[in-house]
């Protein structure tokens, strides 16, 4: 299991084929799915171009709960491997913000657990969105 | 006691500063921080609190040395 935060762009399909040749060598042939998702900055939101975003995070809380998030899916489902990345700083349109990949023996394990990670990612880990619009800045669904 | 009080996001924008060292006696929750920091404001209910980086609850306990966090809802986005 490996999560880790990344303050420059990342190709997650190159990620994951790494990951799985090195980390998963070990159980080759053990595991039947992979279940990958891959959340990308849009460049239109609320209905306003947005240039760049910046991610802030909460530097050891946000990586303690990411880690707690991955061991909970881990209890409930019979996981081989997880990896999660995601970005933190200054991210472009098109920059890849979050992967999550799961290997499972079968199937319906992959997908639950993986959609399950991504929900309580978005849901708990402490991250918040700032965006640059044409007329300044904006924080993201952050209603103080 | 010394509490120290982090804040983040849109919430650090508003307080004008990142954090505060807090050293005071009368002390014994999370709400009582927020209330000292914020002087004499309510916790607002939208608002999310941590306690040595677990989320916490307003009367979660505090105690000396303990790292406390204010900060806005998370960033959820669409499903």
């Not at chain 1, 992979?34 to 209905?47: A, E, K, Q, W, Y």
Request: charged share 25%; with cysteine.
């Amino acid at each position: 299991m490996t999560v880790k935060l990344c303050e420059t762009e990342f190709k997650p399909y190159a990620e994951v084929d790494a990951y799985q040749h090195q980390a998963l060598r070990e159980k080759e042939g053990e595991f039947g799915a992979t279940s990958i998702f891959v959340g990308t900055m849009r460049d239109l939101n609320l209905g306003d171009a947005v240039t760049q975003m910046t991610l802030e995070y909460y530097p050891g809380m946000t990586e303690r709960r990411l880690g707690q998030i991955v061991d909970e899916a881990q209890s409930r489902w019979n996981l081989l491997d997880v990896f999660v990345i995601h970005r933190v700083g200054v991210i472009k349109p098109n920059d890849t913000i979050v992967l999550v990949a799961v290997w499972t023996q079968h199937r319906d394990e992959a997908f639950a657990a993986c959609r399950h990670i991504i929900e309580e990612l978005k849901h708990t880990a402490p991250f918040w969105k700032k965006e640059t619009i044409k007329d300044g800045e904006r924080w993201v669904e952050s209603t103080i | 006691m010394t509490i120290r009080v982090r804040y983040f996001a849109s919430l650090r924008e508003k307080m004008g500063r990142i954090e505060d060292t807090l050293v005071a006696e009368d002390i014994a929750t999370v709400s009582d921080v927020w209330r000292v920091v914020s002087t004499g404001q309510p916790l607002p209910e939208q608002l999310l609190c941590a306690v040595n980086m677990e989320y916490a609850k307003a009367m979660d306990p505090v105690k000396d040395g303990d790292e406390v966090a204010f900060f806005p809802p998370v960033t959820g986005g669409l499903e």
